[in-house]
């Protein structure tokens, strides 16, 4: 829960600030989707627009999470039986020790 609200309050706040720098530069009635003219209301567009750049900034956050993660957090998660790591690892298990 802590790495949820790490990741979408400050992406929340980015969102908020994208959108309202997007929509100061361009029309919501201006813009064309695909060549044609959107036909959703001006509400609507600001809403879609507020997650999109929500999604970019909480994408970002969570990126950058991932990258944050330690030695320790990424060799904890090993998918391979103590006996069948490899030489040299240290949480080995040799199959002779006993």
Same mark, same amino acid.
């Given at each position: 829960?802590?790495?949820?609200? *790490?990741? =979408?309050?400050? /992406?929340? +706040? &980015?969102?908020? +600030?994208?959108? @309202? !720098?997007? =929509?100061? &530069?361009?029309?919501?009635?201006? %813009?064309? %989707? =695909?060549?044609?003219?959107?036909?959703? /209301?001006? !509400?609507? &567009?600001? /809403? +879609?627009?507020?997650? $999109? #750049?929500?999604?970019? @900034? @909480?994408?970002?956050?969570? =990126?950058? #999470?991932? $990258? *944050?993660?330690?030695? @320790?957090?990424?060799?904890? $998660? #090993?998918? %391979?039986?103590?006996?069948?790591?490899?030489?040299? #690892?240290?949480?080995?298990?040799?199959?002779?020790?006993?």
């Amino acid at each position: 829960m802590k790495r949820a609200i *790490q990741i =979408f309050w400050p /992406s929340f +706040i &980015v969102g908020g +600030i994208g959108e @309202a !720098l997007f =929509f100061t &530069v361009f029309d919501p009635k201006e %813009l064309y %989707l =695909f060549g044609e003219p959107t036909s959703l /209301s001006r !509400l609507a &567009v600001y /809403s +879609i627009g507020f997650f $999109l #750049c929500w999604a970019f @900034a @909480a994408s970002s956050s969570a =990126f950058t #999470c991932f $990258l *944050q993660r330690g030695a @320790a957090d990424i060799n904890r $998660l #090993c998918p %391979l039986e103590p006996t069948t790591r490899p030489p040299g #690892c240290p949480k080995r298990e040799e199959p002779d020790a006993g």
